[in-house]
């Protein structure tokens, strides 16, 4: 199994991802982290569906049927709560893009609101690389201003789906 997650282009299964942190971690840190013995995490590594005498779904694999469950009752914050719970430590954000509504109710209006950041996103990029280096605190303007462009693209989504087209 080859992986590429680094740069993370598709979705990957449970066991995939497992496999990934069995090459990236070592298996003596996920057996500190996990308190399994190394058969276990070989099995939590493979294809349950396919190995006989497994039938375990990992951790991951439950934690994704947990989700799956909560959202056919319309418990989304859960979910919502638990990736929060999740990742924020780290730096990463979580957006439910169900919830993204147009803020301006119209889509050129919004379209606006993409030009003016992309503007500034643009500005930005342009004054970090004039010296040749990208620092730190420029990388995370720059990710706010590409977030803050993605959330602004959500929200006319939002008013095309709704058919918000004002003359």
């Not at 638990?82 to 990463?92: A, E, M, S």
């Not at 930005?124 to 010296?131: K, L, P, V």
């Amino acid at each position: 199994m080859r992986l590429k997650i680094k740069g993370v282009v598709r979705n990957y299964t449970s066991f995939e991802i497992f496999h990934a942190y069995m090459k990236i971690l070592g298996i003596q840190v996920l057996r500190q982290i996990w308190g399994k013995c190394e058969r276990h995490l070989y099995r939590w590594a493979s294809d349950y569906r396919l190995e006989e005498g497994s039938g375990q779904p990992n951790p991951l694999e439950k934690l994704r049927l947990t989700f799956e469950r909560l959202d056919e009752i319309n418990r989304r914050d859960m979910i919502e709560a638990t990736l929060r719970y999740l990742v924020n430590h780290i730096g990463f954000e979580v957006h439910d893009v169900e919830k993204v509504q147009t803020d301006k109710g119209d889509v050129v209006l919004e379209m606006l609101d993409i030009t003016s950041v992309v503007g500034e996103l643009s500005k930005t990029i342009q004054e970090a690389i004039a010296d040749g280096v990208i620092s730190e605190e420029e990388k995370v303007e720059i990710r706010k201003l590409l977030q803050k462009v993605i959330e602004e693209a959500r929200q006319a989504l939002d008013a095309v789906n709704k058919g918000e087209i004002k003359d």
